[in-house]
Structures are given as C-alpha cells and as structure tokens.
C-alpha cells in the first residue's frame, strides 16, 4: 500500500443518488456506469488537456478521452475559440451550412470515401450504411464478426447463434428476432468462416460490415490481409465491404485504421462509417463510400436516410478544427505516449505476476488481463474482470481514469505530456499488486 488517501468522492456519491431516481443506472450510456467493476463513478466537472476534475476537486489523468473523440485533449483552444465563434452564430439552422462542406472535404481528401452524408451518432452511421447497401444491392443479409460493436443498431445487436452460418441471435431483449434473423455472426480472424458463409449464401448478402480493427472487445487487430480478403471476398459476390472507423477514423493513425493496411496494400472498402474524433467532443459522426453508392441516397436517389441536426454547425465547426489540428506531430506523440505507457504496463503486471497480454494497432492498444494472443471474442472473453476492477481501483484513487470495463481501448491525446504520462507509470506497479491480490 502507498498510504495515499482514498480521494473524497462524497458529491459524485449525492449527485449519482439523485442521478439513480431519474435515469436507469444513474448514466446515460452503461459503459459510464462502474457496474463491471464496482463503486460510484465519478462526475466530471471540467477537464483541460489530460486531466479531468470531478465534482470533488479531484484530479485525472484521463485515459478514456470520452471513449475516441478527444484526441487533441479537452478544451483546445483553437477549437474552443471556433466553437465559441460558431455558437455566436447560432447553432442549428436546418439548411446547408459552409463548416458541413468544409468538414465533408477534409473526410474525401483524408480517405477513400468519395461522397460523405453526415449524421449525429456511430449508431445512426452504421444504421444507415446497411440501410443502403441493402438498397443499393437488393439483398437482404448482413455478415458481422462476434465482439464487434457498431453502436446499438437492432439488427447489429446479435449474438452469435450456435454453429457458424445460422441466423443471429438477439443479442438483447427488445429486439425482436426478426430483425436479426438476416443477420449473421462470425469469429473474427477467422478466414473460413467467411468463404464458408459467402459459399452458402452467395446471391444474398448485401454487405460484410466489421470494425476496421476491433476495439470494442480491446483492441484486436487484424491479422495481417485480413481485410483485404474480406474487401476482396465481398468484391467476388456482389456484396458491399463496409468498414467502420468509428473508433480508428483519425485516431489509430491520421488515416485511421485504413492507413496501416487498404493504403499500403492498394484496396478501398465500399463503405465507411466515422464518429468520435471527427465530431471534436460533439454529437456527429458520418458514413460516406464509392459515389456509386452513395448516389442511391435520397435526395439523389430512394434511399431514405435523414436527420434534424445532421451536419450541425457548431459539431462540424468542433469536427473541421480538430481535424485540421490532427497533425503527424500530434499521432506521433501519441504512438509515443502510448509505447511509453504500454511498456510500463507490461512490465508492472509481469513482476506482479499478473497475466495480461498488450495489443494494439497503430496508436491505440488495450490491455488484456489474459494468457496468450487474442484473436477473437472468444479468446478476449478470457479476461480476468476480477483482477481488472481491482487493477482499475487502484489506478483511480491514484489519479488516473481508466475506462470501467476491461474490454475497452485506453485513448490518449496529444494532451498527455510528460506529467500525465508519469502520473500513469507512477500508478502502475500498485495497482498491478492490486491486480495479483484479487
Ligand atoms: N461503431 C464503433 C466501432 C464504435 O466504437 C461505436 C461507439 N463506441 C459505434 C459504432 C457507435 O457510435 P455511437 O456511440 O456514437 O452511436
């Protein structure tokens, strides 16, 4: 033990009393919530470069940068400066605005999308690229991998039925079956499995969708060729590649998670879907592809798909400036950062003896408390949870917000200076102690 005090935390406990009579869970979205781990989260009160500061005055080394967006750090500046300027103007017009073009522009000269809509969540992203590439193809079924999440879309949230190639599961009670019964869940990595389903249904697959490396399940990269394959499996039947870069987009390299392998390897996916960094900390997010495609949209063509704030002024003005700000400097120190860390990691948890293996692609990596490579859902749900929440308690009464769950990235920014990231390793051996105790 350090003899550090446990942190005052009396108003995050009063505020998520009240919070608790009012909202299912006290939070807005689960994963806020410390039900995988334990206790009360805390309320954030402000935040400023690294660090966030709860209702009780204590201060963070943040290491969930709101689950992506943050990349440049809280409350920048420059694109506080923008935003502010935004507001000034007013902030929802329902007409096409200068900062939507601009932001659609900077996305087009940044990847492979050749026309880009935008919307206001990941959700309504992915929700609306399968609307279209059932429109656009004619077919009916979707492919996606177990442990990926592309928000919480009916037909996405499936869960694997048993065998391969049956129809999913709801993955959730109030989804009924029929929106996934076209829908159908495969281990990623797993090549088979793929050229197995395509086989079976050759003439009824609309599109293949997969996060571009998975995150959601800690970070599981690709194997190497593995989404040329699927592009290139998809590309054979007819079907739509769709890859969501959510999480990746501009943040597991200024290419996202395309620019470590579709750039260097010469394909494109047909579709992808944007969130998180894009929108600079504001509700927006997008999906854009071949023009092809993305033409059977309305108003152009009879894909309906719509939104009051889509393309908001003030979340694209948030999105252009962090975009603009994203330089290589700002992913070189984060790739840093992150080496920095991932390595005070590992060798924490080696000498405390605990079991846990670091993965990650390009700038973003997540911590497995497991044995041995994890390739997949199945082997991520090998994680110890127990040893993490202990691990994750520790880190918090040392000042470092970790996300709540041990199935989740860890994000920096190129806020995380040298007494950030101290402040992390400082913390580390205790709570690897933590770790091996639970
Ligand atoms: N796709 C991916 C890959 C995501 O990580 C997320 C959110 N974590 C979503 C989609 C859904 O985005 P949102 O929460 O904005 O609806």
């Known amino acids: 033990m350090t003899g550090r005090p446990t942190p005052e935390t009396t108003a995050s406990a009063a505020l998520f009393e009240r919070a608790l009579a009012v909202t299912p869970g006290g939070v807005n979205s689960p994963v806020r919530a410390f039900n995988a781990v334990g206790g009360t989260p805390r309320f954030i009160r402000s935040a400023a470069g690294a660090w966030l500061t709860d209702v009780d005055g204590n201060e963070y080394v943040d290491l969930i940068c709101s689950w992506g967006p943050m990349l440049l750090g809280h409350a920048h ?20 605005t200068e900062p939507e073009v601009q932001l659609a522009e900077e996305i087009v000269g940044r990847t492979p999308v050749e026309r880009v809509r935008f919307v206001s969540s990941g959700t309504e992203a992915t929700m609306s690229a399968i609307r279209l590439a059932r429109g656009f193809t004619g077919r ?17 949230l499936a869960s694997a039925g048993s ?14 079956v029929s929106s996934t019964e076209l829908t159908l869940v495969l281990p990623y990595n797993d090549r088979a499995a793929v050229e197995k389903v395509f086989a079976e249904y050759p ?33 054979r039947y007819g079907a ?41 900390g504001f509700p927006a997010a997008a999906f854009g592809g071949r023009a092809d495609v993305m033409s059977h949209l309305a108003p152009e063509g009879p ?18 400036a962090t975009l603009r700000l994203a330089t290589d400097e700002v992913y070189d120190h984060i790739g840093a950062a ?61 000042g470092v917000y970790l996300p ?35």
């Open 163 to 176: 065998g391969l190639a049956t129809f999913a599961l709801p993955g959730t009670p109030g989804v009924p």
């Open 303 to 320: 894909v309906y798909q719509a939104g009051t704030l889509s393309g908001n002024p003030i979340a694209t003005t948030a999105g252009l």
């Open 203 to 235: 003439d009824r697959i609309a599109c293949l969708i997969t996060e571009a490396a998975p995150g959601n399940m800690g970070v599981v990269p690709p194997e190497p060729g593995f989404n040329a394959f699927l592009a290139e499996t998809c590309s």
């Open 140 to 156: 009916d079924v979707i492919v996606k991998f177990a442990g990926c999440y592309h928000g919480h879309v009916d037909s996405l």
């Open 338 to 398: 992150a080496d920095t860390i991932k390595a005070a990691a590992s060798d924490a948890l080696s000498k405390a003896g605990v079991a846990h293996v670091v993965q990650s692609t390009g700038t973003m990596f997540s911590v497995f408390f497991a044995e041995g490579t994890v390739r997949d859902f199945t082997d991520a749900s090998r994680t110890d949870s127990t040893a993490y929440a202990a691990f994750f308690h520790a880190m918090l009464d040392a």
């Open 240 to 280: 739509l590649f769709v890859s969501d870069e959510v999480m990746t987009g501009f943040r597991a390299s200024k290419l996202g998670q395309w620019g470590l392998d579709g750039a260097v390897e010469g394909w494109r996916p047909d579709l992808m879907t944007f969130g998180k960094v894009m929108g600079g």
């Open 404 to 438: 709540p769950s041990a199935y989740e990235a860890w994000f920096l920014s190129a806020a995380h200076d040298d007494r950030a990231v101290q402040t992390v390793l400082d913390a580390l051996p205790d709570a690897a102690r933590a770790a091996a105790a639970a």
């Open 77 to 96: 500046p420059e694109v506080q400066a923008r935003v502010a300027e935004a507001v000034a103007r007013g902030t929802s017009y329902g007409t096409p």
